[in-house]
């Protein structure tokens, strides 16, 4: 399923999109695209070609993160969005990251899913021993803390902690390595014959693989027990990160009571 916290409104640098003068003159707004309540997200028009812009609240810390972690990935032949630089060399401006455009559709059949299973295996391959995103936690991390970035989980009732807190348990002890977070939603994937992409990496972080691999119809081909256990830690961190929403209403209700 999709995160979409849809009840919270869209954050926006209050630089606004004037930090698109930093990729030149002739840098220029298309039309918006559908992107996470977090970020603007448009088409661009840089030196005559069509990119991304994507215009959010994120710290400079976050984004060097993220726009590091990308460069690492097409440089590794991950299919991924790659960052575009600024006039002046710098990945990112102002809150304002300009990447470029990938063509494709979304995953359709449980085959095409399965190639998106490889392409996250091989980000999980990639990333062994990866730092944390900038004051982000992984979901066993909230075994033992409160709050990490979008979560808080002292705004949840504490039976509901309880019940996230027991999903995440089952995933203690395991290696960590970077997630892209929210590869479920279909609209995150560009599939083309001979190539899977990955975009839309604001929720990408360090966690265990096996949040990226709850996938529809079980393609990532998990043991009866394994998919269990990722089915209900991926419900369970969607509801702690979105919370408290309807969507992260939902999410909760697929998390098992104790």
Not at 71 to 94: N, W
Not at 191 to 213: C, F, K, N, Q, Y
Not at 238 to 258: P, T
Request: aromatic share 6%; proline share 7%.
């Amino acid at each position: 399923m999709p995160l979409t916290c849809r009840s919270r409104p869209r954050k926006v640098c209050p630089v606004g999109w004037e930090a698109l003068r930093h990729w030149g003159a002739d840098a220029a707004r298309i039309e918006p695209l559908t992107g996470g309540v977090a970020n603007d997200v448009w088409s661009v028009r840089i030196g005559g070609r069509r990119t991304v812009g994507r215009l959010g609240t994120r710290s400079d810390a976050d984004l060097a993160w993220e726009t590091a972690l990308l460069q690492h990935l097409d440089r590794a032949g991950l299919t991924v969005p790659v960052p575009i630089p600024t006039a002046s060399g710098q990945l990112f401006a102002e809150g304002l990251v300009v990447m470029t455009y990938l063509e494709g559709g979304p995953p359709e059949t449980r085959a095409d899913w399965r190639r998106v299973a490889d392409t996250l295996r091989s980000l999980h391959r990639m990333t062994k021993g990866w730092p944390q995103r900038p004051g982000w936690r992984s979901s066993t991390d909230l075994l033992r803390t409160s709050t990490g970035t979008k979560v808080d989980l002292g705004a949840m009732p504490p039976e509901s902690v309880a019940r996230c807190r027991a999903a995440w348990s089952r995933l203690a002890g395991r290696p960590t390595c970077v997630v892209h977070g929210n590869p479920t939603n279909p609209a995150n994937i560009r599939m083309t014959g001979d190539r899977v992409a990955l975009i839309d990496w604001d929720e990408s972080h360090v966690d265990v693989p096996d949040l990226d691999l709850a996938l529809p119809d079980n393609a990532a081909d998990l043991a009866d027990d394994a998919y269990d256990a990722a089915a209900q830690a991926s419900a369970a961190w969607e509801a702690a990160v979105c919370w408290d929403d309807s969507y992260a209403v939902r999410r909760l209700a697929e998390v098992r009571a104790i």
